[in-house]
């Protein structure tokens, strides 16, 4: 029994560093594709694009993972909650890989025309998404719960700067219609990211279940 319980232990941390993995190629993924539209850098927004297939067939790796440990280690009820939360995090993940194509994409499109005006609070968003992200798998990986309810705070600061870019948009396009076109770019890029950030804040609803049975609406 002690063996069969240590080999289950070995094989729930092969399924967490692998989520670790995947949510580190997530988040690099989100950061280079805004690097890619600030710098119209469109080589990179191609490895972005490229780079979502490695992603996806993690996602379908890791969920093998899980089922096979369900249906082979007849995991106790603490076990099956902690695989099946990593089972919705990928799902997660792979939105927010999804999403940061869809930004790699936009640079495409705006390839080789000025922008507007030079990124700064796109970029800043975008990190701190990306921190929200390793933050949520930190969490799951410690069952650290004070850890994931600092996301709350966290996707709130990045409500406002998405705000924030939506009014200065706004304005680009009240005072010359001819912005219109690429400020709509990046009003929806500012929205992909705010989108991540809500993925994120659903890792750390997870992981507040996961510990405490209870579920919280971090977004809320």
Do not use: W
């Not at 690099?28 to 990179?44: E, G």
């Not at 609070?121 to 929200?132: E, G, K, S, V």
Request: aromatic share 4%; with cysteine.
């Amino acid at each position: 029994m002690t063996s069969t319980r240590h080999a289950f232990d070995r094989a729930l941390e092969e399924l967490q560093q692998e989520i670790l993995r995947m949510g580190s190629l997530v988040e690099q993924s989100i950061y280079n594709s805004v690097h890619s539209l600030a710098t119209q850098n469109v080589p990179l927004a191609d490895e972005v694009i490229k780079g979502d297939k490695i992603i996806d067939q993690m996602e379908l790796d890791i969920e093998n993972m899980c089922l096979k440990l369900i249906a082979t280690q007849q995991p106790i009820a603490g076990d099956l909650r902690k695989i099946s939360t990593g089972f919705k995090i990928i799902t997660d993940l792979e939105r927010m890989a999804d999403h940061a194509v869809d930004i790699a994409r936009i640079t495409k499109r705006l390839a080789g025309q000025p922008l507007i005006k030079p990124l700064v609070d796109i970029p800043r968003m975008a990190a701190l998404t990306q921190q929200m992200v390793k933050d949520g798998l930190d969490a799951y990986v410690r069952g650290d719960i004070e850890l994931a309810k600092t996301l709350n705070d966290k996707d709130d600061q990045v409500d406002h700067i998405y705000s924030q870019i939506f009014r200065e948009l706004l304005t680009y396009m009240m005072e010359d219609p001819r912005t219109i076109t690429q400020a709509t770019y990046l009003l929806f890029v500012g929205r992909y990211i705010e989108r991540v950030a809500d993925h994120a804040t659903n890792i750390g609803e997870r992981v507040i279940y996961l510990v405490t049975g209870e579920r919280p609406d971090l977004n809320d």
